[in-house]
């Protein structure tokens, strides 16, 4: 083969290999650094979530931190009421004698919602009736050997309705009284 181009011409016509080092290390660290860049955008990404989902965490944890004098006190309170009914129950009282008592005391168109004993000796008798018989139903318990000092402490009319029954008039009650140990122990 005949070579018709001038020698100049070759030597131009040279690879330079430094330069093509030089552009693939540019280009490389070029690589390094985009890549690296964004490993560390997603990975900031992913530790702002997590602090994110932490700090909902955590305001969960204050606002049950805040329930918790509320909490705390509810569970002195029924801590109270267990001891005091622990002392209720220990005490020889005819509890089942009492109870059908006010059942066969209750006049047929009245019946009880509530009865709680607070202490030793005092209680609550919630309920309705359904003509004004208030006043006949405390003097009616009176006559049991089992309660005292009975008290209306409320008494209000209110419409009452459930379900399948016709809607009625009604006197809401709230006695409270003390029970008598004497006569209603075992």
Known sequence: MINLLPPEYLEEQKV?????LISSLVVIIILVVLVTSVRLVLYNREQRMKLEITEDKLSQVQAELENLPALESDKEELTSRIENRAEIIGQQVDWLG??????????NEAWIEEFNIYSAQEFNLDGYVLRPQVRSLVEKLETSPYFSDLEVEYAEQREISY????????IFF???????????EQ
Do not use: H
């Not at 009492?98 to 059942?103: A, N, R």
């Not at 379900?163 to 009604?170: N, P, R």
């Not at 709230?174 to 209603?184: C, D, E, F, V």
């Open 174 to 184: 709230q006695l409270s009284g003390t029970i008598a140990r004497n006569q209603g």
């Open 163 to 170: 379900l399948g029954y016709a809607e009625e008039k009604a």
């Open 98 to 107: 009492m109870m059908e008592k006010v059942e066969l005391l209750m006049p």
């Open 16 to 20: 330079d290999w430094l330069k093509i």
